[in-house]
């Protein structure tokens, strides 16, 4: 069974267009997250939410949206996409958002042509 | 803003060799140390926590943590060319933005 799993894996697409990434964890942990890593392979927060409620926004523009409907599960919409989105998205859960080790997903790979 | 640098190498050790990886932090109160492996083109996947000051031990595996220093280290026994990933420090701020800031990462590569 996997643990924490994104759909789809990669992700092709052009410039402007609206796409979304999905995320579940069934782990039962209480905090879930979304991580973007560019080409350096930096990895950086970009939104945590606990409990279905956003305790982590980070400077990310507003054309990301996320959204929990419940504590499993966390999605991603980008709306207009540009070509500096183009890097790997990582899900994450853990148990709760205090100093808890985090797991991750496979990642979803975005390119925009 | 709060920081945590590691060399981003590559760390190029010999098969049966010890490898040390180091990392050191900005934010004096933070309470919670991670290691991370990632191999090229996978996810971060967890190989260590460590809470408190000394030595913590996980079969050939072993971190270290001295916050007065602000130094976090893994040390890799016994390196197998399994081992050859990129290896990520993380480290959660302290007070009440528990926020998980990751380091760039130190290239590992065990030769055989």
Redesign the interface.
Known sequence: DTAVSQTPKYLVTQMGNDKSIKCEQNLGHDTMYWYKQDSKKFLKIMFSYNNKELIINETVPNRFSPKSPDKAHLNLHINSLELGDSAVYFCASSQDFRNQPQHFGDGTRLSIL | QKEVEQNSGPLSVPEGAIASLNCTYSDRVS??F?WYR?YSG?????IM?I?SNGDKEDGRFTAQLNKASQYVSLLIRDSQPSDSA?Y?C?V?SGGSN?????G??TLLTVNP
């Open positions: 309470q919670s991670f990632q996978k996810s971060p996947e967890l926590s809470y990129t990520l993380a959660y528990y926020k998980l800031t990751f760039k990462g």
